[in-house]
């Protein structure tokens, strides 16, 4: 079955490290993107993807990375510049633009230890 | 620049009654509409979407929404709610055309009374 796998579901994360969250999806989409989920806060925007080889920063890019070198897999990495990581990572995929048919990937709890 | 507002942080309704989750937005032109609802410790999952035309969509689930552009809304109903409705739900925009991604709202919890 296509879908978006998410892995790990969760993660364990000293003060100081980076840490890279993977995800891959296997429904031929062209975009993809990466959202953080803190309690109350809804879903914000960090990165999102249209084309292999092209990202462009969303709403709090700041302390992330990523990179597009598959149209399958968008990993995000969670830098030590990131101040306050423990949350709740999601990755969705899209077909195009227009019609914004997201798919959902199940996420990673990302806890700072 | 585009904002969606769920009011209800949290709403209580017993089984089998009536639900309506409500969603306002601020957009400058008519906007890509989505509700999506979230179960634990899950991602989420599309209920529904509005691009145009009839104003009354029908979704998965049994769930609803109409799009009121006089009042910027697209409240979520459902006639009757069952104990797995229970979740998180939140309501989405997304430019025409655009290439950024949704801007969501906060979402609303849902609880369910026995």
């Known amino acids: 079955d296509g879908g978006i796998t998410q892995s790990p579901k969760y993660l364990f994360r000293k003060e100081g490290q980076n840490v890279t969250l993977s995800c891959e999806q296997n429904?031929?989409?062209?975009?993809m993107y990466w959202y953080r989920q803190d309690p109350g806060q809804g879903l914000r925007l960090i990165y999102y993807?249209?084309?292999?080889?092209?990202?462009q920063k969303g709403d709090i890019a700041e302390g992330y990375s990523v990179s597009r070198e598959k149209k399958e897999s968008f990993p995000l990495t969670v830098t030590s510049a990131q101040k306050n990581p423990t949350a709740f990572y999601l990755c969705?995929?899209?077909?195009?633009?227009?019609?914004?048919?997201?798919?959902f990937g199940s996420g990673t709890r990302l806890t700072v230890v | 620049a585009q904002s969606v507002t769920q009011p209800d942080i949290h709403i209580t309704v017993s089984e089998g009654a009536s639900l309506e989750l409500r969603c306002n937005y601020s957009?400058?032109?008519?906007?890509?509409l989505f509700w999506y609802v979230q179960s634990p410790g899950q991602g989420l999952q599309l209920l529904l979407k509005?691009?145009?035309?009839?104003?009354l969509v029908q979704g998965i689930k049994g769930f609803e929404a109409e799009f009121k552009r006089s009042q910027s809304s697209f409240n979520l109903r459902k006639p009757s709610v069952h104990w797995s409705d229970a979740a998180e739900y939140f309501c989405?925009?997304?430019?025409?055309?655009?290439?950024?991604?949704?801007?969501f709202g906060k979402g609303t919890h849902l609880i369910i009374q026995p």
């Open positions: 969705a995929s899209s077909t195009d633009r227009v019609t914004y048919g997201y798919t």
């Open positions: 429904l031929n989409h062209d975009a």
């Open positions: 993807s249209q084309i292999v080889n092209d990202f």
């Open positions: 957009y400058g032109a008519t906007p890509y």
């Open positions: 509005y691009f145009s035309g009839d104003t």
């Open positions: 989405a925009v997304g430019p025409v055309g655009g290439a950024d991604g949704l801007t």
